[in-house]
């Protein structure tokens, strides 16, 4: 069993920040890539931002150079740091975390998991 738990949502004015943070629990072998994703009411979800094991991030344009995406290993934890926070940033924000359960890291073995999602409503 795997739980993402998040943290850090909330309320804050245009230009405000706010850090998320994501926890990744339970049978873990391995994680490879762990990200943000979120969606905004009548919209598909979308990527905001994606971290490998290695340290490589990938962004979405709208986001870039606002918003960093950072990782704890240790503690099998993604943050994402949102900065100068505009009101179409709005959304829930989901934690996502492509993972092993068990050696080897076979496709078998490994799967893509979601957590419950987080407000972020940016408004004055």
């Known amino acids: 069993q795997v739980q993402l738990v998040e943290s850090g949502g909330g309320l804050v004015q245009p230009g405000g920040s706010l850090r998320l943070s994501c926890a990744a629990s339970g049978s873990i072998f391995s994680i490879n890539a762990m990200g943000w994703y979120r969606q905004a009411p009548g919209k598909q979800r979308e990527l905001v931002a994606t971290?490998?094991?290695?340290?490589?991030?990938n962004y979405a344009d709208s986001v870039k150079g606002r918003f960093t995406i950072s990782r704890d290993n240790a503690k099998n934890t993604v943050y994402l740091q949102m900065n100068s926070l505009k009101p179409e940033d709005t959304a829930v924000y989901y934690c996502?975390?492509?993972?092993?359960?068990?050696?080897?890291?076979?496709?078998?073995?490994?799967?893509?998991?979601w957590g419950q999602g987080t407000q972020v409503t940016v408004s004055s």
């Open positions: 971290i490998t094991s290695g340290g490589s991030m």
């Open positions: 996502n975390a492509y993972l092993s359960i068990r050696f080897p890291p076979t496709p078998r073995n490994t799967a893509n998991y």
